[in-house]
């Protein structure tokens, strides 16, 4: 290599992640096809359940970098189609089966049955999806996912009745930009830096997509939201 070339870091890492993401999508079959032997003890059931949602949540980071590294590329593929809401959810909810089952958690959804959007359904359920799994983490054991229309939106919400947002996480309603990562109780705001850059990338007209984040009264809960033009 000649002495003024250079490393592009930037992109061995985007590629590294898009190896890793392969190998992680290999493992998670894995661990669902072992977690099916019928001579498992209910401790082996919940070890399983806990790889699984761990490397889920490995693979939804690596997609977040790949996603934002591309979105600063001005690479970012986002495809606008119709699809249907309740097929997104239900598929949030089940690929987080194994730690659904294994931890008792109640999962609600509610939302019409015909009821369709114009979304980009892979980076929405990436989107929702790492939503969901943080919900999961820091929940009692309860999870409710509505999804309605209201003054020309498609509203997402995903509520739990954990411990609610930090403030530095909540900060991010106040902000035009979310550039401050924080390490704080293992949120370090990844993923809302992705969820901004996915909602904006939604638009019609002079409407663009948005997210909210709010605790409940009483610190019951937190309350995350998603809103698609």
Not at 54 to 83: C, F, H, S, W
Not at 125 to 134: A, M, P, V, W
Not at 159 to 170: F, I, S, T, V, W
Not at 202 to 218: F, M, P, V, Y
């Amino acid at each position: 290599m000649k002495n003024h070339e250079q490393l592009d870091f930037s992109t061995i890492l985007a590629t590294s992640a898009h190896d890793m993401k392969n190998s992680l999508f290999m493992l998670l079959q894995s661990i669902e096809n072992l977690d099916l032997a019928d001579n498992l003890t209910a401790q082996q059931h919940q070890s399983f359940a806990d790889l699984h949602y761990q490397t889920t949540r490995i693979n939804g980071t690596l997609m977040q970098l790949l996603a934002l590294y591309r979105d600063e590329k001005k690479q970012l593929p986002v495809y606008i189609e119709e699809n249907s809401v309740n097929e997104l959810l239900n598929d949030v909810v089940e690929r987080n089966r194994l730690y659904l089952n294994s931890h008792h958690i109640n999962v609600e959804i509610n939302a019409e049955e015909e009821l369709y959007g114009y979304f980009d359904i892979d980076l929405v359920t990436y989107l929702l999806g790492d939503i969901f799994i943080n919900a999961l983490r820091h929940t009692k054991d309860f999870v409710h996912i509505s999804a309605f229309f209201e003054d020309k939106f498609l509203v997402f919400k995903i509520e739990d009745n954990g411990a609610g947002y930090p403030q530095h996480m909540l900060d991010v309603n106040n902000e035009s930009e979310f550039h401050t990562f924080n390490a704080n109780k293992g949120r370090s705001g990844l993923g809302l830096l992705f969820a901004k850059k996915i909602a904006q990338e939604h638009k019609a007209k002079d409407l663009r997509g948005h997210i909210l984040l709010e605790n409940k009264a009483d610190n019951c809960g937190s309350i995350f939201t998603l809103r698609l033009p």
